[in-house]
């Protein structure tokens, strides 16, 4: 019996007949025909051994021991999955080609300490896997580091069934082709099949399994919502390909906090944990330039200083020019409305640049008071002394509001030596100032900056 359906390619959805947009996500001309043809009676053999029967449990009775966690041999990767990798879990690591996911999850596999790892890619051959593992250059290597190239599920697992691994990693998700559909790998009831053949596997077997999965280009994941139901964990890993620096960032975790993240840099033998993440987004700068600010940020639950740059300069063009890397542009646009109105700063025929260092990008609102300053000393041509630093939210009435977690942010840039912080002084409230050698510097509003800065 042959069936076909149709599946929305942005959510997976599933309807009987061809639509021109789709009623779950709104997106227009999303709907493929893919042939589904299953057949029950040979489902159970296919699937993994269950081992033994299910029965319900009374919840005082379960023990937490059968939930050990396994380390990766990466703290920063512990951290993200909320202190190592659960037993059973399914995770999913999506991040664009060419980002390091494979790299990443090969290192694990080498690193990993007295654990069988079984790598099924359907991507690479044997060779280029080996080439990889030589350039990694970890040692000692696991000797229980397993390769497989294999994308049919079936045959996969009978691998596991007979190696019995400990993590299995899939590379990827969309190679994978499970007999029991007809469609090709890589087709949204492809990828919803293997992964709950997956999901089965985990859960029964008490192994973790990693599925890489690529990520489209408007940054969701391919094949994709489905995807984040159905795992455990979700973990993104993204950067700029231009930069070394790589953030993996949980975006959902059924084990732990979401506001982890783990900081990477990619080098020529692998990469490497970043374990101290301010020293590398400060540029190293001899001189001082005007246009340079440094924001304490937080991502996650961690802090760094980051250097923003902008550079203000009169418009060669009829049409001022706006550009901005590694923050939203239409934010930047409003801050400048707000200079504009508020400081009386004639903007509208200047273009304006602005980068993050690091090639990161940045959604903390904080650190709109470090791009009003970088902007401020670009435009008057007046540097900003390398030992300051700034942690503030802009309103629109120019107003510097306070932002959360403001000790953190202090005690994170005194640790590095800066001399003063510019901060909200609605966040003066509480704080307990003495412990500090750091000079704070409230603002009510953004015209205060010009006295303490740009005065003289
Ligand atoms: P890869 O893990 O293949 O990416 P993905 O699986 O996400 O598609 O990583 C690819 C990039 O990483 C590649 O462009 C080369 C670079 N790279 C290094 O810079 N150093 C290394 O040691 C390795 C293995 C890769
Ligand atoms: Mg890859």
């Known amino acids: ?9 942005n959510c997976g959805s599933q309807a009987s007949k061809w639509m021109g947009r789709c009623p779950a996500c709104g997106e227009w001309n999303t709907f493929e025909e893919e042939v589904i043809e299953r057949t029950i009676k040979s489902k159970g053999e296919a699937l993994p051994n269950l081992t033994g029967k299910s029965a319900p449990k009374q919840i005082q009775d379960i023990s937490l021991l059968e939930m050990p966690r396994i380390h990766s041999g990466f703290s920063e990767l512990d951290n993200v999955l909320g202190g190592g990798i659960v037993a059973g879990s399914i995770i999913l690591l999506g991040g664009e080609p060419g980002i390091g996911k494979s790299t990443l999850l090969l290192q694990m596999a080498l690193a990993v300490k007295g654990c069988k790892v079984l790598y099924v890619s359907g991507e690479e051959s044997d060779a280029q896997l080996k080439m990889r593992a030589e350039r990694l250059r970890i040692a000692p290597q696991n000797p229980d580091c397993f390769i497989l190239t294999e994308t049919i599920t079936q045959e996969i697992f009978k691998h596991i069934d007979a190696l019995k691994p400990q993590i299995v990693v899939i590379d990827s998700i969309q190679t994978l082709q499970s007999n029991l559909l007809d469609s090709g790998a890589g087709s949204i009831s492809q990828i919803k099949e293997c992964a709950a053949e997956f999901q089965h596997l985990a ?42 620096y790589r953030i993996v960032r949980c975006m959902k975790n059924r084990f732990g906090s979401t506001s982890e993240l783990g900081i990477f840099e990619m080098e020529n033998s692998g990469l490497r944990e970043v374990l101290n993440p301010s020293d590398i987004l400060l540029s190293q700068r001899d001189e001082e330039y005007s246009g340079s600010a440094i924001a304490a940020v937080l991502e996650g639950n961690r802090t760094m200083m980051i250097e923003t740059q902008a550079l203000v300069s009169s418009a060669v063009y009829g049409t001022p020019q706006r550009s901005a890397t590694g923050y939203d542009i239409r934010r930047m646009n409003m801050l400048l409305a707000v200079l504009e109105k508020r400081c009386r700063f004639k903007l509208g025929a200047k273009d ?50 306070a932002v959360s977690r403001i000790e953190q942010r202090i005690a994170e840039a005194d640790k590095l030596g800066f001399t003063r912080i510019f901060l909200s002084k609605y966040n003066l409230k509480g704080l307990q100032t003495k412990q500090f050698n750091i000079q704070l510097i409230p603002l009510g509003n953004i015209e205060e900056i010009f006295k303490h800065l740009f005065s003289d």
């Open 1 to 9: 019996m042959s069936k076909s359906t149709f599946f929305c390619r």
């Open 352 to 401: 304006v640049f602005l980068n993050i260092a690091g090639g990161i990008h940045v959604d903390d609102p904080a650190i709109n008071l470090g791009i009003v300053a970088a902007i401020l000393s670009s435009a008057i041509d007046i540097p900003i002394d390398a030992k300051t630093c700034f942690a503030g939210e802009m309103g629109l009435n120019g107003e510097v509001r």
């Open 203 to 244: 859960k029964t077997t008490a192994i973790p399994i990693f599925l890489i999965g690529h990520i489209t280009k408007d940054g969701s994941l391919a094949g994709p919502k489905i995807l984040e139901h159905i795992v455990d964990t979700v973990l993104q890993f993204e950067g700029d390909r231009h930069y070394g």
